[in-house]
C-alpha cells in the first residue's frame, strides 16, 4: 500500500514540474519571438553586436534627446514628440534592455546605458543634445553629462531618481 502512494505520488509531482515546465517553456519562446513578431517604431542602430532602437522625429533644431524611466521603451515620449515635430528634432531611445535595444551581458549600470546611447547618437550625427531623463533616465543622463561634458548642452530631469542604487523612496 505504501509503494503504491508512492508511485502515485511520484506520478502526480511529475505531471505537476511537466505542467510548470511546459509553461515556462512557452512564455520563454513566446518573449523570444516578440521583436520579430513585434516590428520596432523606429529605428535601429547598430553598435557592433548590439542593437540601439531610437524613435527619430527631425527638425532643424539641435536633438533633444527623451532617455526613458523603469519600466519604459522610447515610446513613451510619442506624443511630446508629435507634439514638437517639426519645429524640434527629437530623439527618444530605448535603454539597455527594454523594448528593441538589446542589453549586453554585462552590468548595465547607468554609466554603461550612458555610454552606448552616447555612442547610437553619434552613429546618427546628433551633437551637443539636450538630455531629458525621466525617472531612471535621470541618472543614465547625469552620467552621460559627466563623462561627456562637452558634449551635451543642457540636461532636463523630469521626476528623476537620484539615487540609481536605493531607487525610490
Known sequence: MIAAFKRTLAWVLGMLFAVVGG???IGFLGDMGFVDDHKPPGKLIRLGALNVHAIIS????????FV????????DFSEIQKRLSPK???IAFDRPGYGWTDRPRQEMTPRNQARMLHDALKELGGKDPVLVGFSFGGPVITEWALQYPDEVAALVY??????PVDGHK
Open 68 to 75: 526613458h524611466g523603469n519600466p519604459g521603451t522610447a515610446e
Open 58 to 65: 527631425p527638425g532643424p533644431t539641435r536633438p533633444v534627446v
Open 158 to 163: 523630469l521626476c528623476a531618481v537620484a539615487d
Open 23 to 25: 509553461i515556462v517553456l
Open 88 to 90: 524640434v528634432h527629437t
